[in-house]
C-alpha cells in the first residue's frame, strides 16, 4: 500500500509516509482490521466502500489466468503466499476469479507473518503437506527467494521495475508462460 494509491481513490491521507507504512504493517498482520487501518491512515466513512474503491484498483497480470489454467489442467497445485489484509485477499480472490484455480492460501494478516519470514513458508508446508523440495517459489521479491531457496525451494524471480543485484542467481522470467517454455 502506497501513499500515492491512496489519492487515485480520491482521498488524503494523514500522517507520513513511514507512519502510513507502519499502519499497512500491522494490518497485514492481522493487528488491526481493515476498518482500523483505514481510521489509522485518517480516512473517514464506510470502510467497506473504502475498501471496495481500494481493492478495485488491483488489477491480475495478464498471463496469471492463463497460467492458473494451464496448471490446473496438468494437475499441478498451486497456493497463493500473500502479505495482506486477510479481508483483502478473500474479497480479491472472488472478484479476480482466481478462488478455483489456488488450492492453499498463506495470507500474512490470517499467520501473523509476513514475507520473507521462514514462518510464512513453514505455515505453507504444514498447510500442504509438501516438502519445500517439491516446491517452486515465483516471487518478484529478491529477499523472498533467498530466504525459499535457503529453505531448499526452487524459485524463479518474475521480473519487474526493481534493479537485479549483480551476482543474481535465481532463473529469471518475465511473464507465467515462460514456465512452460513458451
Same mark, same amino acid.
Given at each position: ?31 488491526? #482490521? ?21 481493492? =478495485? ?25 500473500? =502479505? ?33 519470514? =521462514? #514462518? ?39 521480473? #519487474? ?22
Amino acid at each position: 500500500f502506497k501513499q500515492k494509491t491512496a489519492y487515485e481513490i480520491g482521498v488524503r491521507l494523514v500522517g507520513s509516509e513511514m507512519c502510513i507504512r507502519d499502519s499497512y504493517r500491522s494490518a497485514s498482520l492481522g493487528q488491526l #482490521s481493515s476498518e482500523e487501518f483505514w481510521e489509522s491512515v485518517g480516512l473517514q466513512g464506510n470502510p467497506y466502500d473504502i475498501d471496495a474503491q481500494y481493492l =478495485n484498483l488491483v488489477r491480475l497480470r495478464s498471463d496469471t489466468l492463463p497460467f492458473l489454467e494451464q496448471m490446473k489442467r496438468r494437475g499441478i497445485p498451486v497456493a497463493c503466499i500473500t =502479505n495482506s489484509v486477510l479481508s483483502w485477499s478473500q474479497q480479491l480472490r472472488g472478484r479476480l476469479g482466481v478462488e478455483d484455480y489456488i488450492q492453499h492460501w498463506v495470507v500474512s494478516g490470517e499467520y501473523g507473518v509476513r514475507k520473507p519470514s =521462514n #514462518s510464512i513458508f513453514e505455515a505453507l508446508r504444514r498447510l500442504t503437506g509438501v516438502s519445500f523440495s517439491n516446491m517452486l517459489l515465483v516471487d518478484s521479491d529478491i529477499a523472498t527467494l533467498e530466504t525459499a531457496r535457503g529453505l531448499g525451494m526452487s524459485t524463479v524471480l518474475m521480473q #519487474s521495475q526493481v534493479p537485479i543485484p549483480s551476482g543474481f542467481t535465481h532463473p529469471k522470467i518475465e511473464g507465467f508462460a515462460e514456465l512452460f517454455g513458451k
